[in-house]
C-alpha cells in the first residue's frame, strides 16, 4: 500500500458525459501527478500540482481539468468523454517539488461505452 | 524531450533464476533521476529502484540492482534469485534533475514496458 487513495476504482459512462476522478496523497505530500495509461499510448503524464498551484503540464486535453485543494486532494475531471479516453487514470505523489520520488496510488479505471 | 526506449515487450525465466532487463534512453541533460517500477496483474505501479545519474555506484534493493551506464544511456535491471511474484509489467522511468521550465516539471517519462513472467 502506497499511502495514495484513488476513487472510485472502476467508473463506466456514457460518451459525451463528464466523470471526476479523486486522488488523496501520502501524508505529508505536496505534490500530486496525473497520469494515464492506455494501450495504444502507454503511459503518460498529464499535469502536477504542487500545494495547491499547478507545476507542470503534459498531454493533457482541453476537455481534461484538474485542481488541487487546500487539503491537498486532487480532482481531475474529464468532460465530453470520447471512446478513446477509457484508460486507466493514476495519480501519483512525491513530498515536495524536486526530485522526488513518486508514489502512485491503485488506479481509476475508466469505461466509456 | 527526453525518450526512453525497452526493446523487450516480453521476457521469460525460471524461478530462481536471474533476468536483465533493458532500459535505454535519450537526453541532453546531466543530470536526471532514472527509475524501475512493476506492474503486476493488480495494475498497481510498485517502485522498484531509484538511480541518481550523479551516482556512480549502482543502485541495489536486496534482490534487484541496476547496471547504470551513463555514456551509453543504458539502465538495466536484473532480478536475481527470481520469485512467482516477481511476474509483472516492468517500466524504465526518467526524470529531469533539476526540473525544466513550467511545460516540463517533474514528470516522469516511461518506457513502453516489459512483460516478464517467472516460471514454476
Known amino acids: 500500500d502506497s499511502g495514495v487513495t484513488q476513487t472510485p476504482k472502476h467508473l463506466i459512462t456514457a460518451t459525451g458525459q463528464r466523470v471526476t476522478l479523486r486522488c488523496s496523497p501520502r501524508?505529508?505530500?505536496?505534490?500530486v501527478y496525473w497520469y494515464q495509461q492506455s494501450l495504444d499510448q502507454g503511459l503518460q503524464f498529464l499535469i502536477q500540482?504542487?500545494?495547491?498551484?499547478?507545476?507542470a503540464k503534459g498531454n493533457i486535453l482541453e476537455r481534461f481539468s484538474a485542481q488541487q485543494f487546500p487539503d491537498l486532494h486532487s480532482e481531475l475531471n474529464l468532460s465530453s468523454l470520447e471512446l478513446g479516453d477509457s484508460a486507466l487514470y493514476f495519480c501519483?505523489?512525491?513530498?515536495?517539488?524536486?526530485?522526488?520520488?513518486?508514489?502512485f496510488g491503485p488506479g481509476t479505471r475508466l469505461l466509456v461505452l | 524531450a527526453q525518450t526512453v526506449t525497452q526493446s523487450q515487450p516480453e521476457m521469460s525465466v525460471q524461478e530462481a533464476e536471474t533476468v536483465t532487463l533493458s532500459c535505454t534512453y535519450d537526453?541532453?541533460?546531466?543530470?536526471?533521476?532514472l527509475f524501475w517500477y512493476k506492474q503486476p496483474p493488480s495494475r498497481q505501479m510498485i517502485l522498484v529502484i531509484r538511480?541518481?545519474?550523479?551516482?556512480?555506484q549502482n543502485a541495489t534493493e536486496n534482490r534487484f540492482s541496476v547496471n547504470f551506464q551513463k555514456a551509453a544511456k543504458s539502465f538495466s535491471l536484473k532480478i536475481s534469485d527470481s520469485q512467482l511474484g516477481d511476474t509483472a509489467m516492468y517500466f524504465c522511468?526518467?526524470?529531469?534533475?533539476?526540473?525544466?521550465?513550467?511545460?516540463?516539471?517533474?514528470?516522469?517519462?516511461f518506457g513502453e514496458g516489459t512483460q516478464l513472467t517467472v516460471n514454476p
Open positions: 500540482y504542487y500545494n495547491g498551484e499547478e507545476r
Open positions: 501519483a505523489s512525491s513530498l515536495g517539488l524536486y526530485q522526488e520520488t513518486q508514489y
Open positions: 501524508s505529508g505530500d505536496l505534490s
Open positions: 537526453t541532453s541533460e546531466s543530470n536526471y533521476y
Open positions: 522511468a526518467f526524470m529531469k534533475h533539476p526540473p525544466g521550465p513550467e511545460t516540463s516539471g517533474s514528470r516522469l517519462t
Open positions: 538511480q541518481e545519474a550523479y551516482k556512480q
